[in-house]
């Protein structure tokens, strides 16, 4: 009696009377009703399904820390020391593990380095074998919790032992290529993945060199650096820190890299063991990267920013275009221009003493050593004055001096090119150009035509179609 008010609380004096009349007139449509209640339960999931896992393996991720045991945060503490944890380390060359209870059974990689011939390949290769153990550890745990499910309907698989933990230095989320491969890849084979955040390595090696997160610093990770002929991601507009350089052999592909891109005497500070009593911090010149006799698995290289050469503040891409919109708004950016350049000035000088050029010492040399430079381009109109100021103001592309000035600079360049110019000044033509080429950039981004990334694509694109019979924009074979 109690249910049925409940079950009517709320209706109409006259109705729940009707509604008990009909009930008890109506025996059978009263156990139809108990009937269905009854059958309710098998129709959801039992308290056992709704305990099994979905997924088909979990792995938690854990930060070690730079390497001091103390750093350890108490989370991943709790994991890597769980009764029943089955870790794994992407290196058993980290001090933190020195620090683990006995009790804790590590599996490592150090297989991979050392088998692994090509180095991009290393974490590929760990994350699969990683995804692989994740699932038959699952699966491994689930048979086990079904054949104790037969004994006794109580036990049921617990989501903390199906899981496996992989513990890497620092944090998961600071220059951890591994674990941007692993978050990527596991979804696909029903894997979930959790992390639990350490202290990164960042914060004992900034304070080692005594340098700052801010404005601009580039975290590249040295295996990244190695593989690629110009490093992605590195300007020497901005400091690098170089993560991962694990190996004197790593070092001097590193190294290799680099110096396409620095000058070899550039000081790069190595900090090894950062933040632990045995931390070396060492500065040695970029030629001699992978000379220290310290480089082990937690190594790092920082090398500050070169601010340009000559004087000039900028090294990348981003600083000229930076000159470049200040100069047309009037917020200052030095005299970057087109003067006619070098073959321009030696016209005008006409023969005239070499400390009247600003960029020759000795033309007389310069013209004794190019030959054929004024026959080749006698055809070339270099005397027209061109108004620099009137350049930087220009309003739109197809003005006749923003077209002057493109094509002065680009004839100068060839013609510095073609006579076999002195490097200096053939670094100087290809400037002017390229600074014209950031004028005409800025000006289509003003009017929302395209910006400097288009253009650098479309370059790529047509490096890439060169010599693959791509000439209708695709690039075969690339």
Known sequence: MATASAAVHGVAPRARARWRRDASRDPVAGHHRASIARASPPTTPSSASMSRPMNKGEII??????????QITLEAWSALTADGALVHVRTAKHPTLSGLPAHVALRTFDHVYERTKKLEDVYPTIVKELIDRAVERASEVDEEAADAADASSSSSSSSSSRAIVYAVPGDPCVAENSVNILRAAAPARGVSVRLIPGVSFLEPTLAAVQADLLPSLAVVDAIDAAV?????????????LLCQLYSNA???DV???LMNQYPEETPVTLVHAAGCDD???ETLQLCDLDRSE???ILTSAYIPAIGGVNGVNGAGMESLLDVIVKKRTGGGGGGVGVDGGWLADSAAADGADAGDDPDLEDPDDVSSSSGSFDEAFDSFDFDECIDLECVWSVPDHAEDVAVDALRSAAMNAVAAAASDAPAEVRVD??????????LHVALAVEVGEFAMRDVVAAAIESVRREGTGGDDGEARGS
């Open 279 to 281: 931390e070396i911090v």
């Open 294 to 296: 310290h480089i082990d």
């Open 250 to 252: 790593l070092a001097s």
């Open 61 to 70: 991720v854990v930060g070690l820390g730079p390497g001091n045991p103390a």
């Open 255 to 257: 190294k290799l890299t």
């Open 429 to 438: 033509a290809l400037g002017k150009l390229l600074a014209q080429v950031g």
């Open 228 to 240: 690629s002929g110009y490093a992605i991601g590195i300007s020497g507009d901005a400091p690098v």
